[in-house]
Each structure stands twice: as structure tokens, then as C-alpha cells.
């Protein structure tokens, strides 16, 4: 059975950090790419960073600089460290594990910024 389980969300200011992170069980970890997604209230799912199997790394325009997205295959995990929060990084974070012909998703963390 896959799972993602996320965790470090919860209630920040803005202008300062968190770092989440998601581990994965019932995967060969280090073939998957993993990324980083979220949705706001009612806003569509997008892509906030991901990082492939090689370590190949890409980020959403909207967090370029902030977000920093790292793996390490020996603990199957996957982190997003956030700095600079701004409100509008306000939403549920979803950690996701994809390869040829298999996505996986966690259950979302939320992270909310305000002051």
C-alpha cells in the first residue's frame, strides 16, 4: 500500500519559514520524481516545485528564490523548505510521487499566513 504522509503545515506570519515534508512507504522511492503541489479556496491545484529521480529541480514562477524542494532516498522523503511566506502562499499542500505509469498524492497539509 503507497502512502505520502506530509506534515509540518500549520499557522505562520508573514515573512517567515516553514518546512514541510512528506514521507513515502510502498514505493521504490528513488525512482520516483516527487513534487510539491497546492490549492487554495477556490483556486485549481498548481504546481509549487518538484524534484526528479535525478534531482533535476523546478519551481513555480511564484516561489522561485523562496521555496527550495530536497529529497534524500535513503530516508524516502521529500521536504519543501519556505521562506519569505507571503498570504498568498495560503493554501493546502499536497506532496506527490509520479512516475511512468503511476501518481500518487498525500491527504494535503494546509499552511496558512497571516498575521
Known amino acids: 500500500q503507497v502512502q505520502l504522509v506530509e506534515s509540518g503545515g500549520g499557522l505562520v506570519q508573514p515573512g517567515g519559514s516553514l518546512r514541510l515534508s512528506c514521507a513515502a512507504s510502498g514505493i521504490i522511492f528513488s525512482l520516483y520524481d516527487m513534487g510539491w503541489y497546492r490549492q487554495a479556496p477556490e483556486k485549481e491545484r498548481e504546481l509549487v516545485a518538484t524534484?526528479?529521480?535525478?534531482?533535476?529541480?523546478n519551481y513555480a514562477d511564484s516561489v522561485k528564490g523562496r521555496f527550495t524542494i530536497s529529497r534524500d532516498n535513503s530516508e524516502n522523503t521529500v521536504a519543501l523548505q519556505m521562506n519569505s511566506l507571503k498570504p498568498e502562499d495560503t493554501a493546502i499542500y499536497y506532496c506527490?510521487?509520479?512516475?511512468?505509469?503511476?501518481?500518487?498524492w498525500g491527504q494535503g497539509t494546509q499552511i496558512t499566513v497571516a498575521s
Open positions: 506527490n510521487a509520479r512516475s511512468r505509469f503511476r501518481t500518487y
Open positions: 524534484i526528479t529521480s535525478g534531482r533535476n529541480t
